[in-house]
């Protein structure tokens, strides 16, 4: 079994910030990518920001220069700074990450998602 777990959602005041962090554990043997996406009401799940296994990250075009994703391969921890937040950013964010099992090979996890509401 393998598991993703979010944490640091919450309620923000526009330009405020919060840190979202998620974490991977049970029996894996090692992570690949790692990112975080958000679904806000009626809308599809989009992609937020997403790092490798070597730290190269990449951004949506509308958190560039807000949002810092980071990871601590040591403890199996993907976070997201997200700063200057604006009530469009409202929504619940997900973990995702590609897993190395032993036995099962490389598969795509999804964490239980954590509300991130942003007040005008």
């Known amino acids: 079994q393998v598991q993703l777990v979010e944490s640091g959602g919450g309620l923000v005041q526009a330009g405020g910030s919060l840190r979202l962090s998620c974490a991977a554990s049970g029996s894996l043997s090692g992570i690949n990518n790692m990112a975080w996406y958000r679904q806000a009401p009626g809308k599809q799940r989009e992609m937020v920001a997403l790092?490798?296994?070597?730290?190269?990250?990449n951004y949506a075009d509308s958190v560039k220069g807000r949002f810092t994703i980071s990871r601590d391969n040591a403890k199996n921890t993907v976070y997201v700074q997200m700063n200057a937040l604006k009530p469009e950013d409202t929504a619940v964010y997900y973990c995702?990450?590609?897993?190395?099992?032993?036995?099962?090979?490389?598969?795509?996890?999804w964490g239980q998602g954590t509300q991130v509401t942003v007040s005008s």
């Open positions: 995702n990450a590609d897993i190395f099992r032993t036995g099962l090979g490389l598969r795509n996890y």
């Open positions: 790092i490798s296994v070597g730290g190269s990250a």
